[in-house]
């Protein structure tokens, strides 16, 4: 069982970064063989549609090998930040039929719906299957020290990984 988790934030005190290492750790634990890939570390391009970029390659491929992806992305302005919706526009036909989780990271209560735009694109647009389980935390669901304090958010976080792999497992060929 391949999970790739992708760490979307841009930002080096990232809330979604703690999110995407808290859902690694838990593949792990589940027997998963699970992959982090934190976009901090990529620096790709805005895509144009038309540039290739070199670091499209590997990131696609990743994506491509999962049996299921996790996506820990911030919510900023009501909406996934740019650089998530950036890496999906890069590899597109890569998210083809994948299982995809989210986990997110916001400021506040009003942006919880603000998942769906990039939930409907990779239904509609690639056929992916969307678990209909989220997490969804907020700053004050984090500790100073890099961790989550909530403990619902960390058992939402469990819940979340668990249903990801019993749907990659009933799913794989």
Known sequence: MNILVIGCSLN???NSQI???AAHRELDSLGAN????DLREQRLTFCDGATADDLVGPLAEAVRAADAIVMAVPIYNYDVNAAAKNMVEHVSKA???KIVGFMCAAGGQGSYMSIMSLANSLMLDFRCLIVPRFVYALWNDFGDD???KSEK???RVKQLCGELVRLAKALKP
Request: without cysteine; charged residues 20%; glycine residues 10%.
């Open 12 to 14: 080096p005190d990232s």
């Open 95 to 97: 998210f083809e039929g």
């Open 153 to 155: 958010v960390a058992e």
């Open 19 to 21: 999110l995407a290492r």
């Open 146 to 148: 890099g961790t989550i």
């Open 34 to 37: 699970a992959n982090l890939i």
